[in-house]
């Protein structure tokens, strides 16, 4: 039993290096190799065949400068760091789900020294989360679990509609927008 338990704790650390290194079919045939010996230690004679590929859908992007925007304007993240799936849009600036499925959506805006910025996070027509940094330099952020169809749209919407405001970035990506499929 020491044996079998040293050997899967070896298998898990062998997934961990494989994900980390993104080689798909090398981490598709450890976790069958798991299964299979999990099966066998609960001595069933079954061995599974599972042929499972989880497709991954992510994304992140960030503002690389600071963008006035006029009243009810979508915040369009222009520096796309992963879009596994292609469901960000940096010229609409829109998330759109390419499945069905529960999602984790972050978001994080910045407002400018001595300025304000208001923001909200959007499904569709449905205002979810609001985002509010203060007076800058100041941050607001949100995570949020949605549960989205396919076709469903996410985006960062400049909440207020009286005048125009600044988010604030730079070079150092302080606004950012991002989400990726949990199930």
Known sequence: MFRT?????MLLMMMVKVESASNTELH????????NMKMKIKGSSSVSTCTCQKKVIAFTASMSAPKSLTPLAIVKFDKVWT???QGYDTNSGFFTAPKKGYYQISTTVMSSHGKYFNASL???DEKTVGLYPGQGPGTGSADIVLELKKGDRVFVKHHDNKGSQ???SN???HSMFSGFLIS
């Open 28 to 35: 598709n045939g450890l976790i069958q190799d798991l299964l």
């Open 122 to 124: 959007w499904k569709n």
């Open 171 to 173: 070079t150092n990506h």
């Open 5 to 9: 338990t040293v050997t899967v704790f």
């Open 83 to 85: 879009n596994a799936g």
């Open 166 to 168: 600044t988010i604030f």
